[in-house]
Nanobody
Framework: EVQLVESGGGLVQAGESLRLSCVVS????????IAWFRQAPGKQREGVSY????????YYVDSVQGRFTISSDNSQNTVYLQMSGLKPEDTAVYYC?????????????????????WGQGTQVTVSS
């Protein structure tokens, strides 16, 4: 059974940092792309950071580029999202998700793929 379990959310002030964790199980890391999505109240869910499990390749959307870092500890089956310089507009429920990569470039996955497996989400609130 595929499972993704997020943790690490919380309430921080603008400019502070937070690290989210996603423990994955039930599939081989190397075959998948793991991504972090977020959904703010009243807004559509958006993908923000992507990681290729096979090669460690990363992709970020413009709004988080330079502030967020996605990484993994394959020995622990864990993907992290280090968030720095947080802004109130980063407030959202953050989800990790997984989909088969099949050799597809990350920017293509970000633009076109529907992710199959999802965690339950963790709330991040940034106060001004």
């Amino acid at each position: 059974e595929v499972q993704l379990v997020e943790s690490g959310g919380g309430l921080v002030q603008a400019g502070e940092s937070l690290r989210l964790s996603c423990v994955v199980s039930g599939f081989s890391f190397d075959d998948y792309v793991i991504a972090w999505f977020r959904q703010a109240p009243g807004k559509q869910r958006e993908g923000v950071s992507y990681l290729g499990g096979d090669d460690g390749d990363t992709y970020y959307v413009d709004s988080v580029q330079g502030r967020f870092t996605i990484s993994s500890d394959n020995s622990q089956n864990t993907v992290y999202l280090q968030m720095s310089g947080l802004k109130p507009e980063d407030t959202a429920v953050y989800y990790c998700a997984a989909t088969l990569r099949l050799g597809t470039p990350l920017h293509t996955i970000a633009a076109t793929y529907t992710f199959k497996y999802w965690g339950q989400g963790t709330q991040v609130t940034v106060s001004s």
